[in-house]
C-alpha cells in the first residue's frame, strides 16, 4: 500500500506544474524573444538587445533548452532545426497563437469553481482579437491530422469542398493538397477570414483555390451540390439544437452522392482529454459539450444521413472523423 501511495503522489503532483511549461514558452511569445534567437546569442546579448533583465532572461533561456525548444552550444542560444517552423511567425506552423489562447484559457480557468456552483459560463470581456488568433493557433495542431484525413478519402474527380467555420481552413485544406481538381469553400467571419484564412492559405499555396462566404454559419446561405462539407471541430462549441441545425444545413447543401465530415473529440476509456476539454466548455460556453459518438449518430440519423466510417486521427486526445453519406 505505501509504494503504491508514493507512486500515486508522485503521478499527482505531476498536476501540480503542468501549467508551468506553457507560461513559459507563452512569455518567450510575448517577449518575441524567439525571433531574436534566429541566429545564436548570448543571455547577456539577448536581455541587452530587449531592454530585459539578464537574470531573468537567462533563467527563462535555461528553462526554454530543458524543454528542448531552444540549443545551446558554447554558451550562446539558438532556435533551430524543425523549432524554426514551431516558433518564427514568419511560418504557417507558428505556435506563438496557440499559446498566447491558453494564457486566455488559463485565465478563465480560475472561473471553474463558481462554474460548477452556477451551472454557468465564465464571464469574459469579448476580444474582437479572439477568433482570428484562435483559428490562427490551431492551425499548427491540425494541419498533420487534416493531411493524414485528405490522403484517406476517396473523392470524386470535381467539385467542391465547404468548410463551415473553418478558421484558418486547415481540414479543407488538408483535402485539397491530396485531392488537386477539388476547389474549396471556406465560411467564417470576415475578421477570420482576412486575418486567418487569407494569409495562411497562401502561405501554404491554396489562396487561388478558394472562394470565402464571410458570415455567421447559422445566418449565412451555404449555396448547394458540395462534393464534400466539413464540421471540424466545431460542434462541441454547440447545444444539441445548433449541431442539428448544422446538419440539417448539410443535409440541404449536400450533393446526392457527398459526405459529410464530423471531427470532433470523442469519449473513450483510452484518453481523459476529451473530459478535460468537457470542463473546458462547460467554462467557455453556454451550451457546448462533448458528444458521444451514440449521439451524433443518432442525429445524423434523424437528419438523413448514415455513418459510413469512423477515422481515428493522428492524436492522443480521441479526436476521430465521422464520414457520412445521405441515407
Not at 516558433?87 to 471553474?112: A, C, E, K, T, V
Not at 470535381?158 to 488537386?180: E, M, N, P
Request: glycine content about 8%.
Amino acid at each position: 500500500m505505501e509504494k503504491v501511495l508514493a507512486e500515486k503522489i508522485e503521478e499527482l503532483s505531476e498536476y501540480g506544474f503542468a501549467f508551468a511549461p506553457a507560461r513559459i514558452i507563452t512569455t518567450a511569445v510575448q517577449l518575441d524573444l524567439f525571433s531574436a534567437l534566429d541566429e545564436a546569442k548570448t543571455s547577456e546579448e539577448l536581455a541587452q538587445a530587449k531592454g530585459l533583465s539578464h537574470r531573468g532572461v537567462t533563467r527563462l533561456l535555461e528553462a526554454l533548452v530543458a524543454l528542448g525548444i531552444l540549443n545551446k552550444r558554447e554558451g550562446r542560444y539558438l532556435l533551430e532545426g524543425p523549432m524554426r517552423q514551431l516558433f518564427l511567425p514568419s511560418f504557417p506552423l507558428f505556435m506563438g497563437h496557440y499559446f498566447l489562447h491558453i494564457q486566455n484559457l488559463h485565465r478563465m480557468w480560475d472561473h471553474l469553481p463558481q462554474v460548477v456552483i452556477s451551472g454557468k459560463q465564465a464571464e469574459r470581456d469579448k476580444n474582437p482579437e479572439f477568433p482570428a488568433t484562435l483559428a490562427r493557433g490551431l492551425f499548427p495542431l491540425h494541419w498533420f491530422q487534416a493531411l493524414d484525413l485528405g490522403g484517406k478519402l476517396k473523392l470524386p474527380d470535381k467539385g467542391k469542398v465547404l468548410d463551415v467555420a473553418g478558421g484558418s481552413g486547415v481540414w479543407s485544406a488538408g483535402i485539397l493538397k491530396h485531392h488537386h481538381h477539388l476547389q474549396g469553400v471556406l465560411l467564417d467571419l470576415p475578421p477570420v477570414v482576412e486575418r486567418a484564412a487569407k494569409p495562411i492559405l497562401k502561405e501554404i499555396g491554396l489562396l487561388d483555390r478558394y472562394e470565402f462566404l464571410p458570415g455567421d454559419m447559422f445566418e449565412t446561405d451555404w449555396g448547394r451540390a458540395y462534393t464534400c462539407i466539413i464540421l471540424g471541430h466545431i460542434c462541441h462549441a454547440l447545444g444539441e439544437d445548433g449541431v442539428k441545425n448544422l446538419i440539417a444545413k448539410s443535409r440541404q447543401a449536400l450533393s446526392p452522392q457527398g459526405i459529410l465530415i464530423i471531427i470532433d473529440f470523442l469519449p473513450n476509456s483510452r484518453s481523459p482529454f476529451p473530459f478535460i476539454f468537457n470542463i473546458n466548455m462547460l467554462i467557455a460556453t453556454k451550451e457546448g459539450r462533448v458528444y458521444k459518438q451514440e449521439e451524433y449518430s443518432q442525429w445524423l440519423r434523424d437528419g438523413g444521413f448514415i455513418i459510413q466510417e469512423i477515422l481515428p486521427l493522428q492524436d492522443n486526445k480521441g479526436s476521430k472523423a465521422l464520414i457520412a453519406t445521405l441515407r
